[in-house]
């Protein structure tokens, strides 16, 4: 099995590369996004199942945060019809609603935290791989909480959507990562993310791929994806690598 064979190779030191999505991986964005719905909807009296619209909003903010402004315009009749709580709303009423939502996210995630212990748990995995970023959010936004908690100088690269040649799903999102290799094998990375652009990313490029549950997409989507792995903690991802 995938899962076996790549943890035999977390533990025998083979794995060169940790590749790191930030929101919903290392930045925990959930009260953030949590909050900003349900700010927004309160104001427009908007019903709905908060779960599924986090997870459908989630989704979609995960993709358009790498969107330059032109791009989120002329893609928005297709993008917004995938939030089930707005479809009976107008579209230029459906626009509002996200614009606001999507702003008032960008206010709120300043603030969101690093999630718990993960400081401790990035110290101690880059002893022994090499660490990176590759994420939709700004790489100036990814680098301000970095150096918040400390955390800066254990990454050897941050992509951030502005330094990435496609975004993800798209497997060339990963080229910046191996660009730092005169040679490498692809199975001596890993892809770990919370969302299925993530993985998807991940499968396409011929890397190894964890799914973690930290973020907005629940373990069935995720594992729809084909990880290598999945869990539901990067807690986890230590306990795996330190038991030889």
């Known amino acids: 099995m995938q899962s076996e064979q790549l943890i035999r190779q977390l533990q025998d030191g083979s794995i060169r590369g940790l590749i790191f999505d930030f929101d919903g991986t290392l930045l925990d964005i959930a009260q953030p ?5 349900k700010e927004v909807f309160e104001k427009y ?5 908060m779960e599924t619209t986090i997870q459908e909003i989630g989704a979609l903010m995960e993709t358009i945060q790498g969107y330059p402004l032109p791009k989120i315009i002329l893609q928005s009749y297709d993008m917004f019809k ?3 709580s707005l479809n009976s709303l107008t579209f230029m009423k ?12 960008l206010t709120l995630a300043k603030e969101a935290p690093i999630f718990p212990n993960a400081d401790n748990i990035l110290k101690k995995l880059n002893k022994s791989h090499d660490l990176y970023i590759v994420s939709h959010n700004q790489t100036k936004n990814i680098i301000e909480h970095l150096e918040k908690h400390e955390l800066m100088s254990l990454f050897k690269g941050v992509y951030g ?6 975004l993800k799903p798209d497997p060339n999102s990963l080229k910046p ?17 919370d969302m299925p652009s993530d993985i998807i990313a991940g499968v396409e490029a011929g890397v190894w791929t964890i799914a973690v549950t930290t973020g907005v997409s629940n373990r069935g989507v ?23």
Do not use: C, H, W
Not at 161 to 166: F, G, H, M, Q, V
Not at 177 to 190: A, H, I, M, T, W
Not at 233 to 240: A, N, P, Y
């Open 94 to 105: 459906q626009i509002e609603i996200a614009a606001k939502i999507f702003s008032r996210y």
């Open 82 to 84: 995938y939030i089930s």
């Open 161 to 166: 959507a502005d330094l990435l040649p496609e």
């Open 222 to 244: 995720l594992s729809e994806q084909g990880p290598s792995l999945v869990i539901d903690s990067l807690s986890e991802l230590i306990k795996i690598t330190e038991k030889k």
């Open 177 to 193: 990562v191996f660009d730092n290799y005169k040679s490498s094998k692809l199975k001596e990375f890993v892809m770990i993310g």
């Open 33 to 37: 996004l949590r909050n900003s719905i």
């Open 45 to 49: 009296k908007v019903v709905s199942d």
